[in-house]
């Protein structure tokens, strides 16, 4: 599981590699090393290789490394750059960097667009909407009728699908998510801003309160 070419990352990263990460992302140096230190206690929570698989990403962010959810599967996909099936410091960092509070909302409406784009087509068709939509309210212990849901789907593809095709491609998504900012909510967590001080113990310990998802 790509284990053999990454034992580059079951050690501290090497100055100027740490330099590299912050230059092409928005953490400062420090902060890079402080993730390094959540790596650490992450991709040691289950395997114990000094890699994040899939069960302990889940558990880290999700509390539970059994419960299958296609929410929680695209955004370790995603982070998955190498598409190894494991994610590597570098990645976790490239990655994560999406997530913070002062990343250029372009950067995260492209995440997002990739995220509900399940196929990876290069457009949100109406089944994939409803796919993920049906994850999130799964992930977040919502129930909502099978009518609700449909009604949710609908209203967002007459709003999205600007040019009624179908499906939604990555200009219609950019302009929907301009008009609806609540819909990247979830693309922001406030704390990396200030990472040294409190995300290093934000995971693997269950204590982190709901909200702070």
Not at 179 to 202: G, V
Request: glycine share 4%; with cysteine.
């Amino acid at each position: 599981m790509g284990c053999a070419s990454s034992k580059q990352f079951k050690r501290a990263p090497r100055h100027e590699d740490a330099a590299l990460l912050a230059k092409e992302t928005t953490f400062s140096l420090n902060e890079v090393e402080a993730l390094y230190e959540l790596y650490k206690k992450i991709s040691y929570s289950i395997f114990k290789d000094g890699l994040i698989h899939k069960e302990e990403f889940q558990l880290a962010l999700f509390r539970n490394s059994n419960r299958k959810n296609l929410f929680a599967d695209r955004i370790f996909d995603l982070f998955d750059l190498k598409r190894n099936g494991v994610i590597e410091f570098e990645e976790f960092v490239r990655s994560l960097h999406i997530f913070h509070p002062d990343t250029p909302m372009a950067d995260k409406i492209a995440f997002a667009f990739r995220l509900y784009d399940l196929r990876g087509t290069g457009s949100i068709e109406r089944e994939e909407l409803k796919e993920m939509v049906l994850a999130i309210l799964n992930e977040s212990d919502l129930l909502l009728s099978d009518d609700a849901v449909e009604q949710i789907v609908d209203q967002t593809f007459k709003q999205a699908d600007l040019n009624s095709d179908g499906r939604i491609d990555p200009d219609e998504w950019k302009e929907f998510a301009s008009k609806n900012p609540a819909l990247l909510k979830n693309m922001t967590l406030p704390y990396l801003k200030d990472i040294t001080m409190s995300f290093p113990s934000f995971v693997v310990y269950s204590g982190a309160g709901d909200e702070e998802l």
